[in-house]
């Protein structure tokens, strides 16, 4: 609820937040198109190569953004003590900081992580054999431009703009990824 | 120094904080604490980082260390104590007739 709160107040948490779902998307995406050009036959390789770089993205999101934040929120506090002219250890202030920086941190790496579980979830499925590979590629597919929609509405929704506009903005931006993946393997560059 | 100390009424002290968190979580904090009953905050001074506030405080016995301790613990610092009134009642200033200009 606390962080809820944050994140509605604090606009820095929200462009963390869209950066990095729509870098998760894409990122996994570009993986599993990439797969689906290959022709790869096992759900099993396709699981790994996303849970991989989930768990890489995760962490370098989490660790980077609390790193740089905590950076940024130091040089904050030291500036405003020079100002008062004492020091702010175990004041409300430091609390407050820290535990934005925190956020942030889980906010960056974890928004990826999330929206990267969603749009490989077909694949589990796919794994314990419920539905077979080709329906879980164009499932995961259809999750991608789902989710890349609902992070344009999000962003258009920040803007106070048109939501369908933005939505699908992001899904032409997926799209992008696409057809450049395609493109390559159709004219043999891969 | 005979007998029991006399009861703190009111309490006026020029405070320099930082202009986050505002006033109004200020004076929330300040009447956390559960000898002071009211609070009056004003600002009196803006600057780049930090503004000066004069905080007015009111109960029946304000105990002025935990209001000094409440005020460093939000990273503000207490510039002077400018008005104090003790006693059983509150005392009226009496107006200075013979005050030369």
Redesign the interface.
């Known amino acids: 609820m606390d962080a809820f709160l944050l994140i509605r107040k604090n606009e820095i948490v929200r462009r963390y937040i869209v950066m990095n779902s729509f870098d998760g998307v894409l990122t996994i995406l570009g993986i599993i198109l990439a797969m689906f050009v290959a022709g790869v036959d096992s759900a099993n390789l396709v699981v790994i190569s996303c849970i991989g770089a989930i768990i890489a993205t995760g962490i370098s999101g989490i660790l980077g953004g609390y790193q740089a934040e905590k950076a940024e929120k130091t040089r904050d506090l030291k500036?405003?003590e020079r100002?008062?002219?004492?020091k702010?250890e175990?004041?409300?202030?430091?609390k407050?900081y820290k535990k934005l920086s925190l956020v942030m941190g889980l906010a960056n790496g974890l928004s990826s992580t999330f929206v990267g579980l969603i749009v490989l979830a077909p694949f589990f499925f796919a794994l314990t054999k419920l539905i077979g590979l080709t329906e879980a590629f164009y499932a995961s597919f259809a999750l991608m431009a789902i989710s890349l929609f609902l992070l344009g509405a999000f962003v258009g929704k920040i803007a106070k703009e048109n939501l369908v506009y933005h939505g699908l903005l992001m899904v032409a931006a997926g799209a992008l990824v696409g057809v450049l993946l395609y493109g390559m393997a159709v004219f043999g560059i891969l | 120094m005979a007998g029991k100390k006399q009861a703190v009424k009111v309490l006026v002290i020029d405070v320099?904080?930082?202009h986050k968190?505002s006033i109004v979580e200020f004076a929330q904090?300040l009447c956390s604490e559960k000898s002071v009953q009211n609070a009056n905050i004003a600002v009196t001074a803006i600057?780049?980082?930090?503004e000066t506030v004069k905080v007015t405080l009111e109960g029946s016995s304000i105990n002025f260390d935990a209001v000094s301790a409440t005020v460093?613990?939000?990273?503000?610092?207490i510039h002077s104590v400018d008005k104090v009134i003790v006693g059983k009642r509150k005392v009226i200033e009496v107006p200075q007739i013979d005050k030369k200009e």
């Open positions: 500036i405003l100002h008062l002219m004492r702010l175990k004041t409300s202030i430091e407050e | 320099l904080k930082p968190p904090e600057d780049e980082k930090t460093e613990e939000f990273g503000a610092v």
